[in-house]
Every structure is written in C-alpha cells, then in structure tokens.
C-alpha cells in the first residue's frame, strides 16, 4: 500500500497545530487549511495525534493507533520499577502466555523509530532454541580460552548446556539494519516485561557468538542486510530480589 498522509478540509479547522508539530515541516496552513507536501513527510504521525478534530489519515504506515493518548503512569512507581530491575538468570518452568507475548512485542512496535522507519524486526525462538543454544554452547566451548583474555570472570563459570538461555521458555531476538531503534525496542519490551512480572536478562554473549559464526548465524532467519542487535531471555524467574543495590552518582557535566 502506497504511504499517504491525508488531512480532510472538511473536518480542519486551520489551527496549525499539525504545521507547528511537523518534523520534517512539510505542512502549512493555505486559505485556512492544513496542506502537507506528501513527498517531504517522514510518516512521524505527530500531525495524526496532535490534530484536534482527527482531520489527518494516514495510509500505508501500519495498522492499530487512533485511541487516545493515555493518561502518564505515577512517575515514582515507574522509576522505582526501573531501580528493581535485574537480569534474571533462575526462571521457572513455567511457559510465558501468547496473551503476554502480544504484549511485548506490541511495547516493541510502538518504540520510537527515527522517521518511522519501522525496521526493526524480531525473532521468536521456539521449536529451534534448544538447537540453536547446543550449537552456540558448542561454538563458545571452542573459543573460551580467547574470551577469558578478554572476560576472565569467564574462568571461573560452567559452560553448562543452558549457558545463554538459563532454560528460560522464551528468547526474542532483536534485529536491526540501522541506528538506534533496535535498543529503543529492546528497551520497551524489557519494561513491558518488568510490568508483567517477569524477568529478562540480555544474553549478551549470545549475540557475539551469532556474529562471529556464520553457520550460527545461517539457522537463523535473519533478514538479510539486518544484524542481530539483541537477545532477550524473558520468562517467569524464579528468585525473588528483597532490596535496590547502590550505584554511583550520575557523571553530569555543565557546558
């Protein structure tokens, strides 16, 4: 479908909210009317959600949107969810609901995405994940003694068979061929998460073997041109954490 950014005369009302909220400035208000130059606009959608009289249509961008904009969660509650926070590493025997699924991945499609691009693209490993993690587990065997160099904590950890999926029921892989929505997308998914009860560690490890093993990487359905960016290991844990440890103060500068 051809992507089109259309605003009806008949319900605008001229106030130039949309002109004045356009990224790539390409409307303006002639004769009373917002008019936009469809060969500048980026899709942003902020003419859509800011238009008073939902004058604007957009085609060809996606599907959902159009309820209104919620009403901000309790900033205190958010930020202390974003203090408790850890990378779980124990998770249940306990599968994660297709109810909860859709849930993450619709936190994922909203993050932001520089001029809606909308590229980042995402793989649920099911059927094949326990034979993409013995391959992996295999691969990282091989190249241990030249990680320790670099990561010696690796010295003193088992290379157990769940090494990068710690037996969890679900991994989302994040793909990405540009910028930075990739972890943006991530972000969103490990706070929807969070809010969900559940657990996410970033399987960071995984992600280095997958780049540097091409066989790892061909099992994979990765578009091609696309990178995997990020590994999400989601599931129940199975440890509950009592406290918010430390951390340092900010590093600000003033300029």
């Not at 130059?37 to 959902?64: F, T």
């Not at 974003?82 to 991945?105: C, G, I, N, Y």
Request: aromatic share 6%.
């Amino acid at each position: 479908m051809v992507k089109r950014t259309i605003i009806h005369e008949d319900l605008c009302i001229g106030c130039g909210q949309c002109a004045n909220d356009c990224v790539a400035c390409c409307i303006e208000i002639v004769n009373g009317k917002a008019k936009v130059r469809e060969d500048m606009c980026v899709g942003c959608g902020h003419c859509y959600a800011i238009c008073p009289k939902n004058a604007v249509e957009l085609q060809g961008w996606g599907e959902g949107g159009g309820e209104p904009i919620s009403v901000p969660v309790d900033p205190d509650a958010l930020l202390g969810m974003m203090k408790s926070r850890r990378s779980t590493r124990q998770f249940q025997d306990r599968a994660v609901e297709p109810e909860v699924l859709e849930k993450l991945l619709e936190a994922g499609r909203y993050a932001p995405t520089a001029e809606n691009h909308q590229v980042v693209e995402y793989i649920i490993l099911d059927k094949q994940k326990d034979v993409v993690e013995a391959k992996a587990v295999k691969q990282f065997r091989k190249i241990l003694k030249v990680l320790v160099k670099v990561v010696p904590q690796l010295a003193t950890q088992v290379i157990d068979d769940h090494f990068f999926f710690k037996g969890a029921p679900l991994v989302i892989l994040v793909t990405n061929k540009m910028g930075m929505d990739d972890g943006l997308a991530a972000s969103y998914i490990e706070l929807m998460a969070n809010s969900l009860g559940l657990g996410v560690l970033y399987s960071g490890f995984f992600r280095v073997v997958v780049k540097f093993n091409p066989k790892l990487k061909a099992m994979l359905p990765i578009r091609k041109g696309y990178h995997l960016t990020n590994c999400l290991v989601i599931g129940y844990p199975s440890v509950k954490y009592q406290r918010v440890p430390p951390r340092l103060p900010a590093k600000i500068k003033r300029h």
